[in-house]
């Protein structure tokens, strides 16, 4: 698998000289097949934008372009990218499109193609050249053919967030984001009056048991990206229940997988390219001798061989 980085970072696109290193674009994800001439996007922020141009240039001069958009969830910054992505203008474009649903009175089209009418954007969908087919997705094993497999699993974001595990010729590539610990969510407090030692003790065992299936769902990956928006002093601070996790989880949770390859990811729009080569110092000094896991900032336009 080869697995290209056209967007990395979270919450909003930022441009600008203090991202020029690591990326601006929010989140966007190809992974080629190479043996089967195969490749699938997962998510569609800003950064699909580039992939397609991309497209344009390198695939659709061979053959029309023929692939699956598979969305994490549906936040603003994970599908913003979708309307900008030419291919969906060409006709012979064949996409199917794959996500979680929250809301049930909205259908996967309506959330992710409804930002194309003219309140929004100059387009319609319906005049889109493309056949688009919209897929709601559970947790669930998909066989894409030629080898590929894709598991997903719910993770713990406000809304409805899926990671994926792709598995190809004996290889295996995950991605954990948006997502934080799952937590207990009863009083702790013994000295609370709402406090059920019973209560806290079940919810304890339970958020221990979620927190279990997610490193059973990203165990000895060959490459993980993972959600790291936080330091654990921002996430305590003021952050729990955003839907995010710390650099400290996602590198021990990682560590403990016996993941072979972790890239931080999903980096907060407010942290810049000085500030993120410090914290990876800082946590590679940490756990230096103790941890064979290569650990590095996702850079957008990065190329990895898996």
């Not at 309307?83 to 309506?110: C, S």
């Amino acid at each position: 698998m080869q697995v290209r980085l056209w967007g990395v970072r979270g919450s909003i696109p930022v441009p600008g000289p203090e991202t020029v290193t690591y990326g601006g674009n929010t989140s966007c994800i190809e992974v080629r097949f190479p043996e089967v001439n195969r490749f699938i996007i997962i998510d569609s922020g800003t950064g699909i934008r580039p992939l397609g141009g991309y497209l344009l240039q390198n695939d659709l001069p061979l053959r029309p372009i023929h692939t699956q958009l598979f969305l994490t969830h549906t936040h603003w910054d994970h599908i913003m990218g979708y309307p900008f992505f030419v291919p969906i203008y060409i006709r012979g474009t064949k996409l199917d499109v794959y996500g979680p649903v929250t809301y049930e009175d909205d259908t996967l089209d309506e959330i992710v193609g409804g930002q194309l009418r003219y309140r929004y954007f100059p387009v319609l969908q319906s005049e889109l050249a493309a056949e688009i087919n919209y897929y709601p997705l559970q947790e669930t094993v998909l066989d894409l053919g030629d080898g590929i497999t894709v598991t997903t699993k719910y993770l713990n974001h406000p809304i409805l967030c899926l990671g994926y595990r792709i598995e190809f010729d004996g290889k295996v590539f995950c991605t954990a984001y948006d997502t934080e610990p799952f937590r207990n969510v009863f009083q702790t407090n013994p000295e609370a009056s709402d406090y059920d030692l019973a209560a806290a003790e079940e919810g304890e065992a339970a958020a221990e048991e979620e927190n279990r299936k997610v490193r059973e769902f990203f165990s000895n990956a060959d490459l993980l990206i993972h959600d790291t928006q936080y330091t654990q002093k921002e996430y305590l601070g003021a952050k729990i229940g955003w839907g995010h996790t710390s650099y400290e989880h996602a590198i021990n949770a990682a560590h403990r997988a016996q993941v072979k390859h972790l890239l931080l990811f999903h980096h907060d729009p407010l942290r810049s390219d000085g500030q993120l080569e410090q914290i990876l110092d800082f946590y590679m000094n940490r756990i230096s001798g103790r941890s064979n896991m290569k650990v590095e900032i996702a850079r957008e336009g990065s190329l990895l061989e898996i």
